[in-house]
Nanobody, 123 residues
Framework: QVQLVESGGGSVQSGGSLRLSCAAP????????MGWFRQAPGKEREKVAS???????SYVNSVKDQFTISRDNAKNTVNLLMNSLKPEDTAVYYC?????????????????WGQGTQVTVSS
């Protein structure tokens, strides 16, 4: 498994922005597919966004054109820029990783997880 360290959560008002970061030290980062998941109180965890080895991205419909996932292979980091935040975006956000043999496709199952960071959006 991979150590993942998240940062950047916090509290913002509706319409605000936050940038989450996730560091993955000590691995060959370019071999990994990275994802961001979230879990709101009383709800199941859902995948928000993923980025494949070649930078191909995928988003859940509810955050398309609102969130942007990016990766920096030189710094072993993946970021999630969240704009126009809404109260329904309130959740604990988790970074996840899985080694992948594919360049443009992310597996559905991730096997390394960060500790989670709280994002709270007030109306």
């Amino acid at each position: 498994q991979v150590q993942l360290v998240e940062s950047g959560g916090g509290s913002v008002q509706s319409g605000g922005s936050l940038r989450l970061s996730c560091a993955a030290p000590g691995i060959t980062f370019s071999r990994y597919c990275m994802g961001w998941f979230r879990q709101a109180p009383g709800k199941e965890r859902e995948k928000v966004a993923s980025i494949a080895r070649d930078g191909t991205t995928s988003y859940v419909n509810s955050v398309k054109d609102q969130f942007t996932i990016s990766r920096d292979n030189a710094k072993n980091t993946v970021n999630l820029l969240m704009n126009s935040l809404k109260p329904e975006d309130t959740a604990v956000y988790y970074c996840a990783a899985v080694a992948s043999v594919w360049y443009s496709y992310c597996p559905t199952t991730y096997n390394s997880w960060g500790q989670g960071t709280q994002v709270t959006v007030s109306s």
